[in-house]
């Protein structure tokens, strides 16, 4: 019973964030947010990304993929990043970016294996509107990736 409480809780959490909007009160504007705030609400938002791929609330996650594109595209490049990337250690660098299109959240994760970058934008009533994980490779992967590449290419040929 608490799991499932849990797991209604952390559902009602995410479509909260990700797709209840407000109009905008008068004489306050969304861009008065600070950069701390930002980087919270992105922290949030990646944390609750990890506990739905985290394995234990599959139908959950398939349900919130089924309802919501952006929410699918974040579990699909986070999943496929995870396999480069290793086990979760902790959060590394934060940085956010306040503009008049929206705000742009920037996390550096570290990894078991390999850090990452990860990149949270939302538009300018807090939804969400992308969510992509990129993994940083060291100069010799990229050189070896490439090598293999050009190889590829030239046997096609």
């Keep these: 019973m608490k799991k499932w409480l849990l797991v209604l809780?952390?559902?009602?959490c995410i479509l909260g964030v990700s797709a209840c909007g407000s109009k905008e009160?008068?004489?306050?504007?969304?861009t008065d947010m600070s950069e701390d705030e930002a980087i919270y609400y992105g922290e949030q938002t990646?944390?609750?990304?990890?506990?739905?791929c985290s394995g234990a609330y599959e139908t959950e996650k398939a349900q919130l993929a089924k309802a919501d594109a952006v929410s699918a595209a974040a579990f699909s490049s986070w999943e496929s990043a995870q396999a480069d990337m290793?086990?979760?250690v902790d959060i590394l660098e934060r940085s956010a970016e306040i503009n008049d299109d929206g705000i742009i959240?920037?996390?550096?994760?570290?990894?078991s294996s390999h850090d990452a970058n990860i990149e949270i934008i939302f538009d300018?009533?807090?939804?969400?509107?992308?969510?992509?994980?990129?993994?940083?490779?060291?100069?010799?992967?990229?050189?070896?990736?490439a090598f293999m590449n050009t190889l590829l290419g030239m046997g096609t040929v």
């Design 86 to 88: 290793g086990d979760y």
């Design 9 to 12: 809780g952390m559902i009602t």
């Design 105 to 111: 959240v920037n996390l550096k994760v570290d990894g």
């Design 25 to 30: 009160q008068e004489g306050v504007s969304w």
């Design 46 to 52: 990646f944390q609750n990304l990890m506990m739905i």
């Design 124 to 145: 300018d009533e807090y939804m969400m509107t992308s969510m992509s994980t990129n993994v940083i490779y060291s100069f010799s992967e990229l050189m070896a990736k």
